[in-house]
């Protein structure tokens, strides 16, 4: 595993922790930092990871763009401009389209590119004193570089706006009640609750992981009966690909009355 300056990497098996690493910046997302996300990310693809954790270090998620470096700094000069923010949108992708779970461990601060970050995950678990916005108002810009897509695609119209328009702030405890956190819980109990639910999603085979989502987010572009001959398609792949394991062992296993599957994840044969 590569040191990188700006973000410190784990891999331990299956999950993968990338934690934003200037916390006397907030975690704000410098140049250095992008270049560095762009190959932790290749890093923890290349393990094929099942779960990928993004949080910050010390009492922020992250403070967004980081204003100086990324647009004040290179703005007279629109190569560099380009340049500098380029990388950003790559992994800022590379995280979208992740195959495995990506989840937000929101510690602190989420502003701007932060509150992005935390959007694009597939669960976000936040501690309920975080605190949010979409800021870019504040300063005289709208939320870019996907972060409109990204607030657009989580939240109802009228608090979207509300949000984008006001530059207000919200907790933990509101951007789950807004549609942007999965749960809330006090900061002190946020790495167990991280812990447990990774440990949930780790008992899950890969091709069910990956394939959960790709299905969901194709279906939200279709027609209910264009998705189920997408299910169906998909569902056969995955048969396939994983030599029919939740025959072979899930449903042969209930049927002894192994395991309740209503309660539990049954005892994987094949993880591909
Ligand atoms: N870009 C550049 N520098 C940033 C930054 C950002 N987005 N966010 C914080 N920093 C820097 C501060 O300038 C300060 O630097 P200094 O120590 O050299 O003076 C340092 O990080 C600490 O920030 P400070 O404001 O003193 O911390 P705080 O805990 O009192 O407040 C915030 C935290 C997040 C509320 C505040 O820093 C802030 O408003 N940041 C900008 C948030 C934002 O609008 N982001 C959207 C970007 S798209």
Sequence with gaps: MKKYECVNLTIDGDVATVQLNRPEKRNCLSPTLHRNMVDALKEVAAAKCKVLVVTGS????????????????????????????????????????????????VNGWAFGGGFEIASICDIVIAAEESVWGLSEINFGIFPGGGATWSYAHNMTRKQALFYALTGATLTGKQAVDLGLATMAVPL???????????????????????????????????????????????????????????????????????FKPGLQSYQLTKDV
Aim: hydrophobic letters at 40%; charged letters at 30%; aromatic letters at 12%.
């Design 58 to 105: 010390g009492d922020s998620f992250s403070a967004g763009m980081d204003l100086e470096q990324c647009f004040l700094e290179p703005f007279d000069d629109p190569q560099r401009f380009i340049e500098i923010n380029t990388p950003c949108f790559e992994w800022l992708t590379h995280l979208k389209d992740f195959p495995g779970v990506t989840v937000a461990k």
């Design 188 to 258: 002190k109990d946020l790495d167990a609750e991280v812990a447990k639910w990774v440990a949930n999603l780790t008992q899950k085979g890969r091709a069910v992981l990956r394939k959960t989502k790709e299905v969901y987010e194709k279906s939200l572009g279709m027609t209910f009966q264009e998705s189920i001959g997408w299910e169906m398609a998909k569902m056969w792949e995955l048969s396939r690909e994983t030599n029919d394991d939740w025959i072979r062992t899930a449903l042969k296993s209930f049927a002894k009355r192994e």
